[in-house]
T-cell receptor, first 109, second 115 residues
Framework: GQNIDQPTEMTATEGAIVQINCTYQTSGFNGLFWYQQHAGEAPTFLSY??LDGLEEKGRFSSFLSRSKGYSYLLLKELQMKDSASYLCAVMDSNYQLIWGAGTKLIIKP | DTEVTQTPKHLVMGMTNKKSLKCEQHMGHRAMYWYKQKAKKPPELMFV???????INESVPSRFSPECPNSSLLNLHLHALQPEDSALYLCASSPTGLAVTYEQYFGPGTRLTVT
């Protein structure tokens, strides 16, 4: 079966750094996406990795290791507005997105 | 125009009603999607249209009926829904059809309550 695992909830402090991990087992791999979703709102695209390594985009970075079936999203200089759910999604061999359950990130002052 | 719009934002309907959800994008995207999302769960794919043709139907009950009148519009017709169908219904689009990897752009969703 296809499976994506990420922690259910994480807490971090404003101004700090947090790393949200995602491990996956899917039938084929055509890229990994990270989305941010605030409560009651639509997911918004954050990053895309298809090759191994680190992709940096401002305060957010995403890392991929295909051999380990592992990715992480790194958020730096945390702000209160970063409190949201972070969804890891893998595009499988049929080009369908397989979604993780999401990690709820709570930022404390 | 770089957004996906959805109407209505909120919808309350009885189990015998017929209603429609609408989605529109003017980014020239050729793939459009309907997702259903329950609270604290990830989005669940329902339908995919690629180049205005239904490409994927994830075994969705027939009380949900999608329609793609043209490349910019996507409708979801609802009939005889059940209370468990209450959820956030998300529309998304991506630049090309299936078999190509692109991020999906989501609309704000329609919050549906079935009474």
């Amino acid at each position: 079966g296809q499976n994506i695992d990420q922690p259910t909830e994480m807490t971090a402090t404003e101004g700090a750094i947090v790393q949200i991990n995602c491990t996956y087992q899917t039938s084929g791999f055509n890229g990994l996406f990270w989305y941010q979703q605030h409560a009651g709102e639509a997911p918004t695209f954050l990053s895309y990795n298809v090759l191994d390594g680190l992709e940096e985009k401002g305060r957010f970075s995403s890392f991929l290791s295909r051999s380990k079936g592992y990715s992480y999203l790194l958020l730096k200089e945390l702000q209160m507005k970063d409190s949201a759910s972070y969804l890891c999604a893998v595009m499988d061999s049929n080009y369908q997105l397989i979604w993780g359950a999401g990690t709820k990130l709570i930022i404390k002052p | 125009d770089t957004e996906v719009t959805q109407t209505p934002k909120h919808l309350v309907m009885g189990m015998t009603n017929k209603k429609s959800l609408k989605c529109e994008q003017h980014m020239g995207h050729r793939a459009m999607y309907w997702y259903k999302q329950k609270a604290k769960k990830p989005p669940e794919l329902m339908f995919v249209y690629s180049y205005e043709k239904l490409s994927i139907n994830e075994s969705v009950p027939s009380r949900f009926s999608p329609e793609c009148p043209n490349s910019s519009l996507l409708n979801l017709h609802l009939h005889a829904l059940q209370p468990e169908d209450s959820a956030l219904y998300l529309c998304a689009s991506s630049p090309t059809g299936l078999a190509v990897t692109y991020e999906q752009y989501f609309g704000p969703g329609t919050r549906l309550t079935v009474t």
